[in-house]
């Protein structure tokens, strides 16, 4: 069979104006997506780039008639490469331009979660979520429209595309960006089916076809028809009812009945304020109220910690009984306290202060509360805390330091919001983590440690003027950690983040440190009496308050925090053992001399990729393996005589589509091949349907003379082993050459890489057409080299 070269059903003119409309509508279309986030520009000059890179390839591959399997993954890994490049500089997949990447994947997915479109600039980017999408709708659109030949079909991919930002947003975009869309892609449609039709009934050499058709009332009717879908497209929807959806929804439930706003602001902004404002009162018969808590924060996306999603159904109201404590055991001594709370006019927090055990509230619905934090929520956009008054029951548990000393990790308890570690977060920090709690043989005493270490031994300094270097929430732990000088959020957040790196689950709180007493007999707290401390989890306590603030703010800590234990024995115990649960760090140890091995680990999970590649290599291997057979029986073939080689042009003829005329003599086979000839064309002129016979191909036909004769005088010869393969084999080559001329390129294609005489693929009957009656019922077997029931005709 002849190898299949250059030229297609199309030129390389038509597949480059194709590919190119394909592009400019794809790209169209995600220009939409600016309003998702600041700077789009950053996104979409690069997505052009990439698109014509993938195009332009696409366009020259289908020109070269590379198999459609190989063009789509060819532009797949292209692609990926280049939306590796630009997101990390550099297309090559080293390990560190790899890690660097899924960082960069990491952070984009924290900040769609934690920030609503569009997104803001200062923060971790999107771009790259948005260049792998563009990346992926420039693939799709020209893998349909073009190598598939269906561009109707890829209007359904323009269309999710162009809708992401208007469901995400809940607002439309720009009429002229539409108009550009729909206009590009009805001249997507009207390229594509123009080419079909005006092959339709073209014969070679300026004869005159067997049907002719005028393109261009199709094409006008094309239009009209597209113009007319689209107007409905337009028109329908407003009479519709529609549904709500989001995507990058912020700090939000995914419900959107409630948004969760960042407390950290709050915080921030009252501390920097010059006066120190009451904000409210508690009047309560219990012990002082303090550690009073706002809010939690629980996702750390590697520069700063959320409130994160927050999925509060409406039956979730601030009204009666709460569920109970959770990870609280039973046998944990609690006393209950009732307390009664009016919040002023300058305090117009999303939030309701309570203590962080509540048992029972009594606010109104206009509060929701979320069951994994125990904290409360305004359901609506225009409800606040100030000039609010309603009333709660608290507990006041007595935690026992010893069964916290003793527990079990508590990761596989909670929900997984609680214990992730970004992959960004530097090596630094998880090694100083381990350096501060070397010597700590259980997760409770490591968060002592921690906790020592903030406040006396670490040698930091508080310092509120730090707030403001900290106000756009971005605040470098690193430099914290460098400069030993911060705030409360800072002590919280570090300390926070470094007990997730040793197995223990954590989360920020935010609320008043400590009231002050005022002439009536109530608790009043003021504006620079807000503060954030850790959370630490442990099964059978539940979350415990920890405080890593040095002294110069937060005097007193909780008793069970300074505990002492008697030392371990030598041989570790399960709690004790420093294994993997303990410290899920990336293949660091908490010893202080190994830390530093580490710093060039990779987290690129090798064994995972190296499958996956062998899994790809098993499937290519798969996939060639009938060309691969055919090829090897081809080669024995023509090294054998002229029987072979008669063989081998039966199995040509059947990759082609055709059925053998079973147990017929060579000449009868060779008259029902001769109908089947066709003139090889060079270059791109080739016909999708070339006319066939012995006509249209003289000197095939001839050489398939030829190959019949020498069957037929071996078969009756005394030397048969003289008729060799290697003596015919041009002749034999120029018919297989006039047999795949005679065929698309397509059914071309499939015979190369998915021939029938090896998958054993039902071929078409060779018959010509006769009356019903007459048909054989009975399928055609195919011809054996040993059986031949006619040697002559």
């Known amino acids: 069979m002849r190898a299949s070269g250059r030229g297609s059903s199309s030129s390389l003119p038509q597949q480059l104006r194709t590919a190119g409309v394909a592009l400019l509508a794809a790209w169209a279309t995600v220009l939409s997506w600016r309003v998702l986030t600041a700077g789009f520009a950053e996104v979409g000059f690069p997505l052009l780039f990439i698109g014509v890179v993938l195009a332009g390839g696409g366009a020259l591959a289908r020109w070269y008639r590379i198999h459609p399997l190989a063009v789509v993954a060819g532009q797949l890994v292209l692609g990926a490469l280049l939306v590796l490049g630009t997101t990390t500089g550099s297309p090559l997949p080293t390990p560190d331009n790899v890690d660097a990447f899924l960082a960069a994947i990491d952070a984009a997915l924290e900040s769609s979660r934690s920030y609503a479109a569009p997104v803001q600039a200062g923060v971790p980017p999107v771009h790259a979520l948005l260049l792998i999408g563009g990346t992926l709708v420039v693939v799709a659109v020209d893998v349909i429209a073009c190598t598939l030949r269906r561009a109707p079909v890829a209007g359904l991919v323009l269309l999710a595309a162009y809708t992401l930002p208007v469901a995400v947003t809940g607002e439309s975009v720009s009429w002229w960006l539409f108009a550009v869309v729909a206009g590009l892609f009805l001249t997507l449609v009207f390229l594509q089916h123009s080419d079909h039709v005006t092959s339709w009934g073209r014969a070679p050499d300026g004869e005159k076809g067997s049907f002719s058709v005028r393109t261009?009332?199709?094409?006008n009717t094309a239009l009209a028809l597209g113009a007319a879908s689209i107007a409905l497209a337009v028109v329908v929807p407003a009479g519709v009812p529609t549904m709500t959806m989001?995507?990058?929804?912020?700090?939000?439930?995914?419900?959107?009945?409630?948004?969760?706003?960042?407390?950290?602001?709050?915080?921030?902004?009252?501390?920097?304020?010059?006066?120190?404002?009451?904000?409210?009162?508690?009047?309560?018969?219990?012990?002082?109220?303090?550690?009073?808590?706002?809010?939690?924060?629980?996702?750390?996306?590697?520069?700063?910690?959320?409130?994160?999603?927050?999925?509060?159904?409406?039956?979730?109201?601030?009204?009666?009984?709460?569920?109970?404590?959770?990870?609280?055991?039973?046998?944990?001594?609690?006393?209950?306290?009732?307390?009664?709370v009016r919040i002023g006019p300058d305090f117009r927090s999303s939030w309701l202060p309570t203590t962080a055990q509540t048992t029972r509230i009594a606010a109104s619905t206009d509060w929701r509360y979320d069951i994994t934090t125990r904290d409360f929520i305004a359901a609506k956009d225009d409800v606040t805390a100030a000039d609010t008054s309603y009333s709660f029951t608290g507990a006041q548990l007595t935690y026992d330091a010893a069964s916290m000393n003793n527990a079990v990790s508590g990761a596989g308890s909670v929900a997984g919001i609680f214990t992730d570690v970004p992959p960004s977060l530097s090596n630094q920090i998880r090694r100083q983590a381990a350096i501060v709690t070397a010597d700590a043989p259980t997760r409770f005493q490591k968060a002592q440690a921690l906790q020592q270490w903030f406040r006396e031994t670490g040698g930091f300094r508080y310092d509120q003027a730090q707030v403001e270097s900290a106000g756009d929430g971005g605040a470098d732990l690193l430099a914290f950690l460098n400069d030993k000088v911060g705030y409360c959020e800072q002590f919280a957040a570090t300390m926070a983040i470094m007990a997730r790196t040793l197995g223990i689950p954590s989360r920020v709180a935010v609320g008043f440190l400590e009231p002050t007493r005022a002439a009536d007999g109530s608790w009043v707290f003021s504006a620079h009496d807000l503060h954030a401390w850790p959370e630490l989890y442990f099964p059978g306590s539940g979350w415990v308050r920890f405080e890593p603030t040095p002294q110069a703010r937060a005097e007193e800590v909780p008793g069970y925090t300074t505990a002492e234990f008697a030392p371990e024995p030598t041989t570790p115990t399960p709690t004790a053992s420093q294994s993997s649960e303990d410290l899920p760090q990336r293949s660091e140890s908490p010893s202080a001399d190994s830390g530093s091995a580490d710093e060039d680990t990779s987290s690129l999970p090798w064994a995972q990729v190296l499958g996956a590649l062998a899994g790809l290599a098993l499937v290519a291997l798969l996939l060639l393996t009938p060309r691969l057979v055919r090829s090897s029986r081809r080669r024995r073939r023509m090294a054998g005589d002229i029987e072979d080689l008669?063989?081998?042009?039966?199995?040509?003829?059947?990759?082609?589509?055709?059925?053998?005329?079973?147990?017929?003599?060579?000449?009868?086979?060779?008259?029902?091949?001769?109908?089947?000839?066709?003139?090889?064309?060079a270059g791109s002129g080739r016909p999708d349907r070339p006319r066939r016979g012995r006509d249209q191909a003289p000197e095939a036909a001839q050489a398939l003379d030829r190959l019949v004769t020498a069957l037929e005088r071996s078969r009756y010869s005394r030397d048969p082993e003289s008729f060799t393969a290697d003596r015919y084999?041009?002749?034999?080559?120029?018919?297989?050459?006039?047999?795949?001329?005679?065929?698309?390129?397509?059914?071309?294609?499939?015979?190369?890489?998915?021939?029938?005489?090896?998958?054993?693929?039902?071929?078409?009957?060779?018959?010509?057409?006769?009356s019903r009656a007459a048909q054989t019922r009975t399928p055609v077997d195919h011809e054996t080299s040993e059986t031949v029931d006619e040697l002559v005709g």
């Open 646 to 681: 008669w063989v081998e042009l039966r199995d040509v003829a059947t990759d082609l589509g055709h059925a053998w005329p079973a147990g017929r003599s060579p000449r009868r086979a060779g008259e029902w091949l001769g109908r089947l000839l066709a003139a090889t064309v």
């Open 216 to 219: 261009g009332a199709i094409g």
């Open 729 to 770: 084999a041009d002749d034999a080559r120029l018919v297989e050459e006039a047999l795949a001329a005679g065929v698309t390129p397509r059914e071309e294609r499939r015979a190369q890489w998915w021939p029938a005489s090896v998958v054993g693929r039902r071929t078409t009957s060779w018959r010509p057409r006769r």
């Open 246 to 340: 989001s995507v990058f929804d912020g700090n939000g439930p995914g419900t959107r009945e409630v948004e969760v706003k960042d407390p950290m602001v709050d915080l921030r902004r009252d501390l920097q304020r010059g006066e120190d404002i009451d904000l409210m009162s508690v009047t309560t018969s219990g012990p002082k109220p303090s550690y009073f808590r706002l809010s939690v924060l629980a996702r750390f996306n590697g520069s700063q910690w959320t409130p994160g999603d927050r999925d509060i159904p409406d039956t979730q109201t601030a009204t009666g009984t709460l569920p109970p404590l959770d990870g609280v055991a039973t046998s944990v001594k609690r006393r209950e306290f009732t307390y009664d």
